[in-house]
């Protein structure tokens, strides 16, 4: 499974984003996906994820009722929608596939596939 990650940007504190992440092949719908952040000198954190088709969705605290996932599988795309950026937001965000289970589903090394990560900047 190949991933690209796209729709980051600059934008304002209270401002909304859409991050869009494309898979190829045609098992998209068997795998989770999530998203991850990071930031310089700090270790990838879990942002929210999607359990395959018609499974479950969890959040990181941070992001709750703010961040949406959800995914298109007729479009084999996952999507995060951010609203209410706050400035500790920044970061880049990456897509990430795979099958962890629900316990292990916020640590980055269960995962199985990244996409290349998309800037996230918002200012204050």
């Known amino acids: 499974v190949q991933l690209q990650a796209s729709g980051g940007g600059l934008v304002q504190a209270g401002s909304s984003l859409r991050l869009s992440c494309a898979a190829s092949?045609?098992?998209?719908?068997?795998?989770?996906m999530g998203w991850f952040r990071q930031t310089p000198g700090k270790e990838r954190e879990f942002v929210a994820a999607?359990?395959?088709?018609?499974?479950?969705?969890h959040y990181a605290d941070s992001v709750k009722g703010r961040f949406t996932i959800s995914r298109d599988n007729t479009k084999n795309t996952a999507y995060l929608q951010m609203n209410s950026l706050e400035p500790e937001d920044t970061a880049v965000y990456y897509c990430?596939?795979?099958?962890?289970?629900?316990?292990?589903?916020?640590?980055?090394?269960?995962?199985?596939?990244w996409g290349q990560g998309t800037q996230v900047t918002v200012s204050s």
């Open positions: 092949g045609r098992t998209f719908a068997r795998y989770a």
């Open positions: 990430a596939a795979g099958s962890p289970i629900l316990s292990q589903i916020r640590n980055s090394q269960m995962w199985d596939y």
């Open positions: 999607s359990r395959k088709s018609g499974g479950s969705t």
